[in-house]
């Protein structure tokens, strides 16, 4: 591992809320704490953030995710303000400082708001800021709306991010703890892969469905940003978000979830 890295963090809806009955603030102060002092040892963090309209759900006293379009958009905002505000309290008290960064298909899409972007990202980063990114979920329908998905939801979105600041390694923190020859859900005799030299067609038939009511990301987006940061010379672990500081474990080399293998240096 280098001295200094560039890391992308992606965190579920799992991890940050009790299943729409509000946010897990034991989870969110473990990650705070981690990625501060991740940063503090002078590797530069992104962290890529669902959970909005979890958050707004359990805000607004809702006892499942809503259906109907128009609500989520709705919630989502809620959701959004909701989060961040807590990212600035948990992340203020370990003395860093967060920046919001709300993504639609056309930032990425078109060049020259691409190279605007990055050079958003350079700037925090530089000033030692933490962003924290999520799809702009109350104006950009495709991520909300399973059949349109452009990013297939904030994993593929993730991978897409860490492209972009060409960073180092991706680490997506989920309720999955990293990829099985099988369903573990279902078969309690599968095993973890340690390490995935290749996603080849066997992997992908690995994957499985979504894994709460209230995310939307399964272990077939989690392939397919996989495949986008390992085609593109990033390293990607897939580990549970339930223990946050076993970041310090992956940062140090050791097998925690799944390793991704970059397919070129």
Known sequence: MKEKMRIVVKVGTSTLSHGGRGLNFRNIDL??????????????V????????????GKLNLPERPVDLRVQQAVAAVGQCELMHVY????????????????????????????SLL???????EMGVIPVVNENDSVCIEEIEAEHKV??????????VAVLVNADLLILLSDFDGLYD???????????????EEINASI??????AGTNFGTGG????????????????????????????????LNGKSVGTLFKSTRN
């Open 219 to 250: 272990m077939a987006t989690k392939l397919t940003a996989a495949k986008i940061a390992t085609d593109n010379g990033i390293n990607m672990v897939i580990a549970s978000g339930s223990e946050p500081q076993r970041l310090y474990e992956i």
């Open 151 to 160: 990013f297939g939801g904030n994993d593929v979105l993730s991978a897409v």
């Open 88 to 115: 600035d309290k948990f992340f203020g008290e370990y003395g860093v400082i967060v920046g919001q960064i709300l993504l639609t298909r056309d930032d990425v899409e078109k060049p020259n708001v691409k190279q």
């Open 204 to 209: 992908i038939a690995l994957a499985g469905g």
């Open 119 to 125: 050079g958003t990202f350079e700037s925090l980063l």
């Open 182 to 196: 099988g369903d573990p859900r279902k078969n309690k005799d599968a095993q973890r892969i340690p390490v995935v």
């Open 31 to 44: 990650l705070a704490r981690t990625l501060a002092d991740i940063k503090n040892n002078g590797h530069e």
């Open 46 to 57: 992104v962290l890529v953030s669902s959970g909005a309209i979890g958050a707004g759900c």
